[in-house]
């Protein structure tokens, strides 16, 4: 069954450290999604790759965040410092070539769930 | 920019009850319209789509109808269970530029047996 594995599922750290996040995306799919949701702010979009290039990241703070995908099979989030603001569910998403023509729809991973004291 | 206002919740009902959350949008162009579940400590799932105007989306026995000339997309479903608790999200994906999902806010459903 094919799904978005994210890792680490809970994270809690403190103010100040680095949190990395990592995501891998369903097998062949090419365009990966970063989300943040948050009681306040819903889902919010941070990080938009397809074929490992970054097309958007206008939603993601610059000074401390940022968004990569080494290979296809890997897209991280780095938070670096953390900030207890920062707290909320990361969620990752994948979606097929098919996805950049206008079908099919993208898949979640569960999310990471990151507390920061 | 693109974007979706839903209707706040939560919204509580009794278990056979009849279900429905308002969706409206604003875009250029043709969106596709859609929406997300998301069970307690999951992440998002597809519930239905709908690509065009007038197209109607169904599942589960849920069901949305793409209305363009009132830029709505609200969700239905004729009698709801127990198990359909969870968090809705309307979506809109426009159909120029990147194709980024733009989400609703979500509407919290609680249903009571």
């Known amino acids: 069954d094919a799904r978005v594995t994210q890792t680490p599922r809970h994270k809690v750290t403190e103010m100040g450290q680095e949190v990395t996040m990592r995501c891998q995306p369903i097998l062949g799919h090419n365009t990966v999604f970063w989300y943040r949701q948050t009681m306040m702010q819903g889902l919010e979009l941070l990080a938009y790759f397809r074929n490992r290039a970054p097309l958007d990241d206008s939603g993601m703070p610059k000074d401390r965040f940022s968004a990569e995908m080494p290979d296809a099979t890997l897209a991280t989030l780095k938070i670096q410092p953390s900030e207890p603001r920062d707290s909320a569910v990361y969620f990752c998403?994948?979606?097929?070539?098919?996805?950049?023509?206008?079908?099919?729809?993208?898949?979640f991973g569960e999310g990471s769930w990151l507390t920061v004291v | 920019g693109n974007s979706v206002t839903q209707m706040e919740g939560p919204v509580t009902l009794s278990e056979e009850a009849f279900l429905t959350i308002n969706c409206t949008y604003t875009a250029t162009g043709y969106p596709s319209l859609f929406w997300y579940v998301q069970y307690p400590g999951e992440g998002l799932q597809l519930l239905l789509k709908?690509?065009?105007?007038?197209d109607k989306g169904s599942n589960k026995g849920f069901e949305a109808t793409y209305r363009k000339e009132t830029t709505s997309f609200h969700l239905e479903k004729g009698s709801v269970q127990v198990s359909d608790s969870a968090v809705y999200f309307c979506?809109?994906?426009?159909?120029?530029?990147?194709?980024?999902?733009?989400f609703g806010t979500g509407t919290r459903l609680l249903v009571s047996p």
């Open positions: 979506a809109l994906r426009g159909d120029t530029g990147f194709q980024k999902l733009v």
């Open positions: 709908a690509t065009k105007a007038d």
């Open positions: 998403a994948s979606g097929s070539p098919q996805w950049a023509s206008g079908g099919n729809t993208i898949y």
